[in-house]
C-alpha cells in the first residue's frame, strides 16, 4: 500500500455486498489510508452487508436514498460533522433500471420505469453534486468519481434505457464539473468500466455470454471490481489533480477495438 488517500475524507455510495464495485472502493481506500462515511438506499442497509463493511473499514453509514434530496442535505450535514471537515472525495457507484429488472425490451419501455431508473442512475449524480456544491462541502482539489458504462457511446441492446441513463450520467460530469472546477478547484470524471459480476450487472440480459465475449474481445481482458478499485483510487488521489470533465474508459481495450482473434475463430 502507498498511502495514497492518507487523511483524505470521503463518501462512498452503492456497497451492497463484496461483489459491488464500491465495496472494492471502500476497502482499498482504508487500506490507502482513508477515512469515510459509507451511504446506500435505506432498503439496501437491510438486504446488504454494508454493517459488515463499515466495521471492516472502520466507517460510520448513513442511510440516503439518492433521488432524495433531503437525504442527501442530511447525508452531506452528517458526513462533514463525522468526518470533522470537508469532503475529498467522492464515489457515485449507483444503477437500476426497472425495464431491465422486469425484462421489458428497450422499444416497448414503460415510462414511469423509465423515469424511476433515470432518476436513480443518473439525475441522483447531479443531485449528490449539487448537495455537495450549496454546502460547499468539497475541499480543495478534490475529487468526484461516477461509474459508467460504454453503452453511452455504442449500442448493447439488453442493456435497454441504462445506455440512455449513462449517456445522461457521463453529460452530467461534464456539466457540474465545469462549475466544480471553476469555484472549488474540484475534478469530476466517470469511469467507464468492463461489465463486471455484480448484482447489478448480473441483472442485464445474456450477462455471462456478454462478460465472455468482453474479455475475448479485449487485449487485456475484462477488468475487474478490484481493477476498477484502483484506478478510482488514483482517480481520488493527488497524483490526477488535473483530470477533470472525462469520461474514462476502463476496459482492457475493448473501446477501441474492432474484432479480435479470439472473437474472429469462431467465425471461420
Ligand atoms: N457491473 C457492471 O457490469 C458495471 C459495468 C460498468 C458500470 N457499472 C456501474 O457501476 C455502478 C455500481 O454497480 P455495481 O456493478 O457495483 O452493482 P451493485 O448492484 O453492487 O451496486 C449498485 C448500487 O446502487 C445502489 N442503489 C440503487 N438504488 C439506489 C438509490 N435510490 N439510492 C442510493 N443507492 C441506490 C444499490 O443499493 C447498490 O448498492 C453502477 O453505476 C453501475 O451501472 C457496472
Request: proline share 3%.
Given at each position: 500500500m502507498y498511502n495514497l488517500l492518507k487523511g483524505k475524507k470521503g463518501i462512498i455510495f452503492g456497497?451492497?455486498?463484496?461483489?459491488?464495485i464500491a465495496w472494492k472502493v471502500a476497502e482499498r481506500a482504508h487500506e490507502e489510508g482513508a477515512t469515510f462515511v459509507l451511504t446506500n438506499a435505506p432498503i439496501a442497509m437491510r438486504m446488504g452487508k454494508i454493517k459488515e463493511l463499515a466495521t471492516k473499514t472502520n466507517a460510520e453509514i448513513v442511510p440516503a436514498d439518492a433521488t432524495s434530496e433531503s437525504d442527501l442535505q442530511n447525508l452531506v450535514e452528517k458526513s462533514m460533522e463525522i468526518l470533522g471537515g470537508k469532503i475529498d472525495f467522492v464515489l457515485h457507484s449507483i444503477g437500476m433500471s426497472v425495464n431491465v429488472r422486469k425484462g421489458i425490451p428497450y422499444p416497448e419501455q414503460k415510462y414511469n420505469f423509465t423515469e424511476k431508473g433515470w432518476d436513480v442512475s443518473a439525475l441522483s449524480f447531479h443531485k449528490v453534486m449539487s448537495a455537495l456544491y450549496k454546502n460547499k462541502a468539497m475541499n480543495e482539489w478534490g475529487s468526484i468519481v461516477a461509474l459508467s458504462y460504454m453503452a453511452a457511446q455504442r449500442v448493447f441492446p439488453d442493456y435497454n434505457d441504462m445506455a440512455d441513463n449513462k449517456a445522461y450520467l457521463e453529460s452530467i460530469a461534464r456539466s457540474f464539473g465545469y462549475f466544480f472546477g471553476r469555484d472549488f478547484k474540484v475534478r469530476v470524471n466517470t469511469i467507464s468500466q468492463?461489465?463486471?459480476?455484480?448484482t447489478a450487472g448480473q441483472g442485464v440480459k445474456g450477462f455471462d455470454g456478454f462478460l465472455k465475449y468482453a474479455d475475448e474481445m479485449s487485449p487485456l481482458g475484462n477488468a475487474t471490481a478490484l481493477e476498477c478499485a484502483d484506478y478510482t483510487i488514483s482517480l481520488f488521489s493527488?497524483?490526477?489533480?488535473?483530470?477533470?470533465l472525462q469520461n474514462l474508459f476502463h476496459d482492457g481495450g475493448f473501446s477501441?477495438?474492432?474484432?479480435?482473434e479470439a472473437i474472429m475463430e469462431k467465425f471461420m
Amino acid at each position: 500500500m502507498y498511502n495514497l488517500l492518507k487523511g483524505k475524507k470521503g463518501i462512498i455510495f452503492g456497497a451492497l455486498d463484496e461483489n459491488s464495485i464500491a465495496w472494492k472502493v471502500a476497502e482499498r481506500a482504508h487500506e490507502e489510508g482513508a477515512t469515510f462515511v459509507l451511504t446506500n438506499a435505506p432498503i439496501a442497509m437491510r438486504m446488504g452487508k454494508i454493517k459488515e463493511l463499515a466495521t471492516k473499514t472502520n466507517a460510520e453509514i448513513v442511510p440516503a436514498d439518492a433521488t432524495s434530496e433531503s437525504d442527501l442535505q442530511n447525508l452531506v450535514e452528517k458526513s462533514m460533522e463525522i468526518l470533522g471537515g470537508k469532503i475529498d472525495f467522492v464515489l457515485h457507484s449507483i444503477g437500476m433500471s426497472v425495464n431491465v429488472r422486469k425484462g421489458i425490451p428497450y422499444p416497448e419501455q414503460k415510462y414511469n420505469f423509465t423515469e424511476k431508473g433515470w432518476d436513480v442512475s443518473a439525475l441522483s449524480f447531479h443531485k449528490v453534486m449539487s448537495a455537495l456544491y450549496k454546502n460547499k462541502a468539497m475541499n480543495e482539489w478534490g475529487s468526484i468519481v461516477a461509474l459508467s458504462y460504454m453503452a453511452a457511446q455504442r449500442v448493447f441492446p439488453d442493456y435497454n434505457d441504462m445506455a440512455d441513463n449513462k449517456a445522461y450520467l457521463e453529460s452530467i460530469a461534464r456539466s457540474f464539473g465545469y462549475f466544480f472546477g471553476r469555484d472549488f478547484k474540484v475534478r469530476v470524471n466517470t469511469i467507464s468500466q468492463s461489465p463486471t459480476p455484480t448484482t447489478a450487472g448480473q441483472g442485464v440480459k445474456g450477462f455471462d455470454g456478454f462478460l465472455k465475449y468482453a474479455d475475448e474481445m479485449s487485449p487485456l481482458g475484462n477488468a475487474t471490481a478490484l481493477e476498477c478499485a484502483d484506478y478510482t483510487i488514483s482517480l481520488f488521489s493527488d497524483l490526477t489533480k488535473k483530470v477533470t470533465l472525462q469520461n474514462l474508459f476502463h476496459d482492457g481495450g475493448f473501446s477501441n477495438m474492432g474484432v479480435s482473434e479470439a472473437i474472429m475463430e469462431k467465425f471461420m
